[in-house]
Nanobody
């Protein structure tokens, strides 16, 4: 199983970035996908999530209206479009895949990609 994030970088406040997470080694469409982030000195927090078929999404209040999560199950890839970026969005962004079988949750994490919002 592998999750590989890309698309991070340095951007000015108000700018945009698009993160990608390409998955391999499991049946992608059967897993809910999510993006988390962790800023220095803070706990990892959920940013956005999307169900396996892509019909349902959810967002942290802090990013609603600015970030959009989407997925392409033909490419085994989940995306996070980030607009109107703020310095508080600076963090390492992680991709997570998760599914539940019975009472057991199975989850995988990517290695993370750095997003820095600064002038």
């Amino acid at each position: 199983v592998q999750l590989v994030e890309s698309g991070g970088g340095l951007v000015q406040p108000g700018g945009s970035l698009r993160l990608s997470c390409e998955a391999s080694g499991f049946t992608f469409s059967r897993y809910g996908m999510s993006w988390y982030r962790q800023a220095p000195g803070k706990e990892r927090e959920l940013v956005a999530g999307i169900t396996g078929a892509g019909g349902t999404t959810n967002y942290a209040d802090s990013v609603k209206g600015r970030f959009t999560i989407s997925r392409d199950n033909t490419k085994n890839t989940v995306y996070l479009q980030m607009n109107s970026l703020k310095p508080d969005d600076t963090a390492v962004y992680y991709c997570r895949a998760a599914t539940t079988r019975g009472r057991q949750e199975y989850a995988y994490w990517g290695q993370g990609t750095q997003v820095t919002v600064s002038s």
